[in-house]
Each structure stands twice: as structure tokens, then as C-alpha cells.
């Protein structure tokens, strides 16, 4: 399944925060080790001053509760990524709309919704593959909205592979000139996925970020 919007930053983050965690004790336990040497070896007649050694303690210290407080963050986060999830479950078998030209092709074709800011006179729909090559291009009804689809088949008669693809729609009023065109795309939610930050809906063979959703709805 191809995934559209993703991210490791949790995993990296919490690499990076265990590394930390360890760094942070390793030093401070030489750190111990080197006050207790030199306070055991010091001039009983000219003892040494404190006061740096107790600054550096308390920077010791902010650094550790730093890192813990970064640890509980995460944890309250993963946590409302699972509720998250739960919640999107409900979304499974439903109509999704997204805030995104990319639909997925796959047992279903590619779908798109689009609706133009003004009357068009012509309509020109063209499909981009995830390199930004042209695999389709179609003059369509010039309606100011409507329900875009394409199964896959390119000009030589084969299906295109599945995955992701783009929609782009020029439009032109009766003057020639251009008019806006607003995209979304849709698919039916197969599942629900995940990363312990992102809750991800399985859309035609593609994953799609739940918060570009815009629409749910029972299927067409």
C-alpha cells in the first residue's frame, strides 16, 4: 500500500530521547565521581568553592527533567493517537472525501469530486502519476461540478500500475479565461493505521492523512 503522508518522527524521536537519557546519566555519574574525588583530595586548611560545582548540578538536574517531561508528552500523545484511531474506525466501509488532488488506483478507479468558482465553458481533465507524467487527458461536460473518474487505462489500451495519482482540471470560462477549480479526492476507507502520531486511512490502495479528510458519507 502506498502511503501518501507519513512520518517516523516518533520512532526517531524517541531514539533520540532514550540516547539522551542515557548521555545525560553516563556524565552525570562521572560528574559525581569527580566531585567526590576532589572533595575527598581537597585542602582541609583552603577548602574549594562550591558554588559552580552546585551550578552545574542544577543544570544536571534540568536537563534530566527536561527529558522526562518530553517522555510523558509522548506518551500522552500516543495515547491520543490510539483514541484517534478508534474514533476513525467508525470510518471503515464509509465514503471519504480529502482536502487533495492524490487519489489511489486500485480495485476502484481513481475518483475525484471537483467544483469550479464560476460557470466553465470547457473542462479539461488531466491525470499525473506519482513522477508527474501525464498518463490520461480528457475534455469532460462543462459543469461547474461534478464526479471525475478514471479506471486506469492509458492511450495504447493497457491499465496503468496501481497507486497514486494526481488530478489537475483546466477550466475556462466563455472569454478564455481561467476559472478556479477546487479538487478532492475520494475513496472508501479499507482500514486504519497508525504510526503512534498520524492516524492514517487505507483509501484504494493508497494511505491518506485524516486530517485532510473533509467529507464522510455513506458509499455511492
Known amino acids: 500500500m502506498t502511503t501518501v503522508?507519513?512520518?517516523d518522527a516518533s520512532t526517531m524521536s524517541n531514539t533520540a530521547n532514550q540516547q539522551a537519557k542515557s548521555q545525560i546519566g553516563a556524565d552525570f555519574n562521572m560528574f559525581l565521581k569527580l566531585l567526590t574525588a576532589q572533595m575527598q583530595n581537597q585542602d582541609p586548611l583552603d577548602p574549594m568553592d562550591t558554588s559552580e560545582y552546585t551550578?552545574?548540578?542544577?543544570?544536571?538536574?534540568?536537563?534530566?527533567?527536561?527529558?522526562q517531561q518530553t517522555d510523558k508528552l509522548q506518551q500522552i500523545i500516543g495515547k491520543l493517537a490510539s483514541q484517534d484511531m478508534a474514533q476513525a474506525s467508525s470510518f471503515i466501509g464509509r465514503e471519504a472525501r480529502?482536502?487533495?488532488p492524490v487519489a489511489g488506483l486500485g480495485e476502484a478507479p481513481?475518483?475525484?469530486?471537483?467544483?469550479?468558482d464560476g460557470q466553465p465553458a470547457s473542462i479539461?481533465?488531466?491525470v499525473?502519476?506519482?513522477k508527474g507524467k501525464v498518463v490520461s487527458e480528457k475534455t469532460i461536460e462543462a459543469d461547474a461540478q461534478g464526479r471525475y473518474q478514471w479506471d486506469g487505462t492509458l492511450a495504447d489500451g493497457t491499465r496503468a500500475a496501481d497507486g497514486a495519482y494526481t488530478l489537475s482540471i483546466a477550466a475556462l470560462d466563455a472569454s478564455g479565461n481561467k476559472v478556479p477549480v477546487t479538487i478532492?479526492?475520494?475513496a472508501t476507507v479499507k482500514d486504519v493505521v497508525t504510526d503512534g502520531t498520524?492516524?492514517?486511512?487505507g483509501v484504494n490502495g493508497i494511505r491518506m492523512s485524516v486530517n485532510g479528510l473533509v467529507a464522510i458519507s455513506n458509499p455511492a
Request: hydrophobic residues 40%; charged residues 10%.
Open 184 to 186: 478532492n479526492s475520494v
Open 124 to 126: 479539461v481533465a488531466t
Open 198 to 201: 498520524n492516524v492514517m486511512l
Open 5 to 7: 503522508s507519513n512520518t
Open 55 to 67: 551550578q552545574q548540578l542544577v543544570q544536571y538536574s534540568q536537563v534530566e527533567q527536561s527529558i
Open 128 to 130: 499525473k502519476d506519482a
Open 110 to 116: 481513481a475518483t475525484w469530486t471537483y467544483y469550479a
Open 98 to 100: 480529502f482536502d487533495s
